[in-house]
């Protein structure tokens, strides 16, 4: 048998309820920044979000170790841009990098391998690149085709090496850096003489399951076949004429042009790259010192020259290999090659001992400190494509979040009027329950950002919305479910305890259900939709609290109240029910009078 509303204590459950909620706000103003602001996405405070999709030679599944260095990696990539609030997470087997506010274009060249090698350059093997509009060489000293300048690289705009470097590093030499890295961290559209034929590779979409596309796979494969051959360089360290010229015409050096080797180059065997700004091709020796072996780097004006360069220092191991080399290979050069690109190939005038080196290439100084931090954070285990990139300002995102406030005070608004009209004083509990459920639902939005990073966006928005319905359908059952019982001729104080024990099935059942989708939901979805799975699963389980602590022991106080007005059902909106009741119980009482005296 049901408990009377007597004997259900409201009190207490109104205490419990009031007292989640104090420790909650003490939380939200003793903890964090003390302040109640839950943590925004960037669609709402403006920012940029990337998303980065993991690339493997072979096209198959990047493993679940290298996706979390790569994730660390690119966390203190990002760590050193110096804005608070970015983020890293791995969403599968994408890597989703969000800064917030204004400061987020550089985030768009973290995804950057930086795989850094260095290479000895191949003699009688340089060719300069003809621009496809001219068969017109661009201005040289020397001879391109017959062997490789001693001025450290190909262009005659490289200064001598003994007056572009410390006598303790290589020569300066005109190195292609800002050609090689400025194209693939620039949005603007190829020019007319190298966007004829895009690299389809760069327009794939990545596949569903997170795997490289076939055709990504295949490129790469394709390229690492001809520019990668071992028979490049024959057996007496000699140039493989015939298969040299191919790999080189097979290579496309233009500022926009997508090289499908980039981050994925074997380091034991030759390469054919270009360098000097995309003018030059050049054919390498396979590398005979990793990047893991810098130790720090860093970006520095040089006032010999007029240029931006970055300064390595090399590892114990590194210094050693590094002293080796450039002790036996005096007057050759030598080709710093990052991402397949060739940064700077200088000539090498001293044995360098003491490990600290210098890269040149026509820098700017932001390409110089975006290199520098590159290298010292290290270079990433996979290569990435950047598959989204967008980019939000915060007065978009101020006004996104405005439109959502008004949509949610709409929603709730139309509740309210509709409770009011049909419901009238219960209706009164259901926009107080709204109101404490939307109190509770902001704290732990709080807490949330502070705990676990959640940030709230667009998608939890339309999600909390919804979940007005829900909480607000939970009431629906519950005085529905009363009607039923006071027009089976109960009274109002003795419907409600049988009503509750009828309608909380349902309630549960409801919020089951919309809990189950929502958890499903989440788990099979990526991106914002997650953001809407977690607000109103998160929101449903907060309606059963409002429902059992709140909206439950209030009715349950109205109707054992001692006041006219309140316990007064057609104040309730319960008056045309009880009238049937009234009638159904008379009808009864006659009918059973009948039957008596019959």
Excluded at 222 to 246: F, M, S, T, Y
Excluded at 436 to 464: E, K
Aim: proline share 7%; glycine share 10%.
């Amino acid at each position: 048998m049901a408990s009377s509303a007597g004997h259900l204590r409201p009190g207490r459950y109104l205490a419990f309820f009031a007292l989640i909620v104090i420790v909650l706000y003490a939380l939200v103003f003793l903890t964090g920044n003390h302040k109640p602001t839950p943590k925004l996405g960037i669609d709402l405070q403006g920012g940029t979000r990337v998303t980065l999709t993991a690339r493997t030679p072979d096209g198959g599944q990047p493993t679940r170790e290298s996706l979390n260095q790569a994730r660390q990696i690119i966390e203190r990539r990002v760590n050193g841009i110096g804005v608070s609030g970015t983020e890293v997470l791995l969403d599968g087997n994408n890597v989703v990098i969000t800064v917030p506010g204004e400061q987020g274009d550089q985030a768009k060249n973290l995804g950057k391998t930086a795989k850094l090698g260095f290479r000895k350059v191949v003699a009688n093997a340089t060719q300069p690149v003809v621009p496809p509009q001219t068969t017109t060489p661009p201005p040289a000293t020397g001879t391109p085709t017959s062997g490789a300048p001693t001025s450290g690289a190909p262009s005659s705009s490289a200064p001598p090496a003994s007056s572009s470097a410390p006598p303790s590093s290589p020569a300066a030499g005109g190195g292609g850096a800002a050609g090689a890295l400025a194209p693939q961290q620039s949005t603007t559209p190829a020019p007319p003489s190298s966007s004829a034929t895009p690299p389809p590779s760069s327009q794939a979409p990545a596949p569903s399951d997170g795997s490289v596309d076939a055709q990504t796979a295949q490129e790469i494969q394709a390229a690492k076949a001809v520019r990668q051959n071992k028979d490049l360089i024959g057996a007496d360290g000699q140039p493989n004429q015939e298969l040299v010229a191919k790999a080189m015409a097979s290579l496309t050096c233009a500022p926009n042009a997508k090289d499908p080797l980039e981050g994925n180059d074997d380091p034991k065997l030759p390469l054919v790259a270009c360098g000097d700004h995309d003018t030059y091709k050049y054919l390498l020796e396979p590398e005979f010192l990793p990047g893991t072996e810098i130790a720090d780097a860093n970006s520095s004006y040089n006032t010999q020259n007029g240029q931006w360069v970055v300064n390595l220092s090399f590892k114990s191991e590194g210094t050693k290999i590094w002293a080796d080399f450039t002790t036996k290979n005096v007057n050759q050069q030598a080709a710093f090659v990052l991402d397949t690109q060739v940064v700077s190939a200088p000539n090498i005038q001293v044995a360098i001992v003491d490990g600290n080196t210098q890269i040149t290439g026509k820098f700017t100084q932001a390409e110089a400190k975006d290199l520098s931090d590159i290298l010292k954070y290290g270079s990433l285990p996979l290569s990435f494509a950047s598959s989204d990139a967008t980019t939000v300002s915060a007065t978009l995102g101020l006004a996104s979040l405005q439109a959502g406030l008004i949509a949610g005070g709409i929603g709730l608004l139309v509740v309210f009027i509709y409770c009011l009209f049909y419901y009238r004083l219960l209706g009164v509990l259901t926009i107080l329950s709204l109101a404490l459920s939307g109190a509770l639902v902001f704290a732990v939005l709080v807490l949330l950002g502070r705990w676990i990073g959640y940030t709230l966006d667009l998608a939890g928005i339309a999600g909390l919305i919804i979940a007005i319905g829900i909480t607000a359908d939970s009431f629906v059952i519950y005085f529905e479910r009363l009607k039923d019982e006071i027009r089976e001729g109960r009274t109002f104080r003795s419907a409600v305890p049988r009503g509750w024990v009828r309608a909380r099935r349902t309630i549960l059942a409801s919020d089951a259900v919309s809990f189950l989708a929502a958890a499903i939901l989440y788990v099979i979805a990526v991106g914002d939709v997650q953001g809407f799975a977690f607000t109103l699963g998160m929101s449903t389980v907060l309606d059963l609290v409002v429902v059992y602590l709140v909206t439950h022991p209030l009715v349950a106080m109205v109707s054992t109240s001692k006041n006219a007005f309140l316990s007064n059902p057609r104040h309730l909106g319960l008056g045309a029910v009880q009238q049937v009741g009234s009638q159904r119980k008379k009808s009864t009482s006659v009918g059973r009078a009948n039957v008596k005296e019959a």
